[in-house]
């Protein structure tokens, strides 16, 4: 009991440090379709830069419940976006980590004795699992709710379980509509496994779900001004009229190659230990979740791996119910080894390296007005600094080439900018966006390809 409560503190830690220090998000639906929406209704961003306000396709359920937990820090005078951000990523880390904690509770008993030490203590410090946990996308919560759902459930069913888990169950299809496709396999599974005596399915389990959906129609409709059923606009804008397609579109083992690329020698184990699991176990809750989720993905062209984070969860369980890792020590070990090297690689890794600049920007010389003169990305666009919550009051970016003042500030995003001005100008370095040091060397000509945001106050 003490090494699982050790566990726990190290998670904890864990996830604390990647809240603290993971600024930033993995997808920039993370801060536009979430905390911007978020900081709306606080009344501290004025417009909201998506398209998709007029097609009524994004969830309401998440940026209110993020409302309330920033709202008393907003009125006791705590206005710093950075800040709130900070605490946003706080909030849904604890969230994770009681995930965590009630998923290794409940599939531990499925598991043999001797394995259960090990299980617990990869799933609660795996860096996938610590990094999707501290961000405030739907991915996230979505995902934290139904598999405590299902956790809660599977641990002891009862009219309350069913009740409680139900609720979580509707309020993550809330949060992410495509978590239906989820809470309909597992509702059908514990039903016709025999789990579920079918009037107290249809009497607790089902009516708490349409509840949890409905207090979401009801955000929608509050968030967009008026009766608004998003399940329905996002299946006709995304499916039927293909919108999502504009994005990207991948054949259907793209899932695989994803897993493989992003998650490497752990996104093969996943991969392999899932397909002997199915193969052996075809009727298990397992398997019709993970097939379920994963052909229904696989159906849509656009596919990215956050759209599947639920199954990583899922994939580990199969991992440890496929292979005894006490007959294979050193194997565990080398794995956890690394698995520990990547967590704290994503505990002080920025989520999105250009945050650290809005924010150095944000109250550089605060209160004085700033003009930077820019220069073409490697698009061959001039940055805008979009994210307009974070950007800095009384900045002006000067997009011209033509320096005419004796004194100025730059603002360069590619190495051979910065190059090249510190070569005509008396320049000194106010900001830049990696270490000095390792702008020394250039394996590969990384710097080439790389962005490197930087700001110099320089003169003639």
């Keep these: 009991m003490k090494q699982v409560n050790h ?44 398209w998709e306000l007029e097609s009524k396709i994004r969830p309401w359920t998440l940026p209110y419940l993020y409302v309330v937990i920033l709202a008393p820090f907003k009125f006791i005078g705590i206005e710093n976006p950075f800040t709130l951000a900070t605490i946003a990523r706080l909030f849904s880390g604890c969230v994770a980590l009681y995930t965590l904690i009630e998923f290794t509770k409940t599939f531990n008993s499925f598991l043999p004795e001797s394995r259960q030490e090990l299980f617990t203590k990869f799933t609660l410090l795996f860096w996938p699992l610590i990094f999707m946990g501290v961000r405030t996308s739907s991915d996230n919560i979505a995902t934290c709710f139904f598999i405590v759902a299902v ?16 609720l979580l169950l509707g309020l993550s299809f809330s949060l992410r509509h495509q978590t239906g496709v989820l809470s309909l396999a597992f509702g059908l599974w514990i039903l016709f496994s025999k789990k579920v005596n ?3 399915w249809f009497k607790f389990f089902s009516s708490s779900i349409l509840i949890g959906v409905l207090v979401g129609v009801g955000l929608d409709s509050l968030g967009y001004g008026s009766f608004t059923l998003t399940p329905v606009n996002y299946l006709t804008e995304n499916l039927i009229k293909d919108k999502i397609s504009s994005f990207g579109v991948s054949p259907w083992w793209a899932y695989f190659t994803l897993t ?21 176990y075809p009727k298990s809750l397992e398997s019709v979740l993970v097939i379920t989720f994963l052909v229904f993905h696989s159906l849509i062209g656009h596919k990215e791996l956050r759209f599947i984070y639920p199954l990583i969860y899922i994939s580990v369980f199969m991992m440890f119910k496929v292979i005894d890792f006490n007959r294979f020590k050193k194997s565990f070990n080398f794995l956890f080894v690394v698995s520990i090297i990547g967590t704290a690689i994503v505990s002080f890794k920025p989520a999105y390296t250009p945050m650290k600049f809005y924010k150095f920007l944000y109250s550089f010389n605060q209160g004085e007005t700033l003009e930077l003169y820019t220069f073409k990305d490697r698009k061959g666009r001039y940055p805008d600094l979009e994210m307009d919550i974070y950007k800095r009051k009384n900045l002006t970016l000067i997009k011209d080439a033509q320096i005419k003042k004796e004194s100025f500030y730059t603002f360069t995003t590619k190495y051979s900018d910065l190059e090249m001005i510190n070569s005509k100008y008396s320049c000194e370095l106010k900001y830049i966006s990696y270490p000095q040091w390792v702008l020394k060397f250039n394996i590969f000509k990384w710097r080439d390809r790389s962005n490197i945001w930087a700001l110099n106050y320089c003169s003639k």
């Design 151 to 166: 956790s809660i459930i599977l641990r002891n069913i009862s009219k309350k379980t069913l009740l409680t888990g139900g």
């Design 198 to 200: 079918p009037t107290n």
């Design 260 to 280: 493989i690329k992003k998650l490497h020698l752990f996104g093969v184990l996943l991969l392999v230990s899932s397909i002997i699991y199915i193969k052996k």
């Design 7 to 50: 566990l726990y503190i190290l998670s904890a830690f864990a996830l604390l440090l990647t809240s603290l220090f993971s600024v930033g998000f993995l997808h920039p639906d993370e801060q536009y379709y979430t905390l911007d929406f978020a900081f709306n209704q606080l009344g501290m961003l004025d417009n909201l830069q998506t």
